[in-house]
């Protein structure tokens, strides 16, 4: 019985595409010569659909979970193939249900589980914390700025804020002063 290729898991965002992860993550397979396992969670709509008869709408277009399937699966494709190219060898599965927890499934068996840093203030320390501790093996968490994500809106508020701290201590006691005349750069 053989055993097992090396698997990396890579959780794919829809929003960013996840490619310094999804590079990571080929990286360290084709090194260990193992194999890619991309990863997207998908979920029904939380409301139900309004009546189709009252509305006169077909129930023909009423989204179905395999067509949700089916299209979470054809956008996670093109997101790899768009990151990787195609013909990367990777391979593609999407699981119904929320992030960590399709994440924590799919990550079962496998060497490794590589994922970027969540950019959301509200999911994020918390969402990957948590996965940290559910997984069943080790963890890699990209960090924003190896992945080169763009600052979130606390760091470009945070950064505002001191500037406008520093140019008000820096003028503070100087009647007349304004913040630009002194300025020194």
Do not use: N
Not at 21 to 47: E, I, K, M, T
Not at 85 to 111: H, M, Q, T, W, Y
Not at 120 to 137: D, E
Not at 147 to 172: D, I, K, M, N, Y
């Amino acid at each position: 019985m053989a055993p097992d290729p090396y698997t990396v898991v890579v959780g794919v965002s829809p929003t960013s595409k996840s490619p310094t992860a999804l590079q990571w993550a080929l990286d360290q397979a084709r090194h260990h010569g193992g194999r890619v396992v991309a990863v997207r969670a998908w979920q029904l709509p939380r409301s139900a659909p309004p009546s189709t008869v009252a509305q006169g709408t077909s129930a023909g277009r009423v989204p179905t979970a395999t067509s949700l399937e089916s299209q979470a699966r054809q956008l996670l494709v093109e997101d790899v193939e768009h990151v990787l190219g195609p013909d990367s060898g990777v391979e593609i599965r999407v699981i119904r249900g929320g992030r960590r927890k399709s994440l924590v499934k799919a990550a079962r068996g496998a060497d490794l589980l590589v994922v970027d840093a969540p950019r959301a203030l509200t999911t994020g320390p918390m969402f990957a914390h948590r996965l940290v501790y559910s997984a069943s093996c080790p963890v890699v968490v990209m960090p924003p700025h190896i992945s080169g994500a763009p600052p979130s809106w606390l760091q470009r508020l945070s950064v505002a804020a001191g500037r406008q701290t520093l140019q008000s201590l820096g003028s503070s006691g100087r009647p007349g002063l304004s913040p630009r005349q002194g300025r020194t750069d």
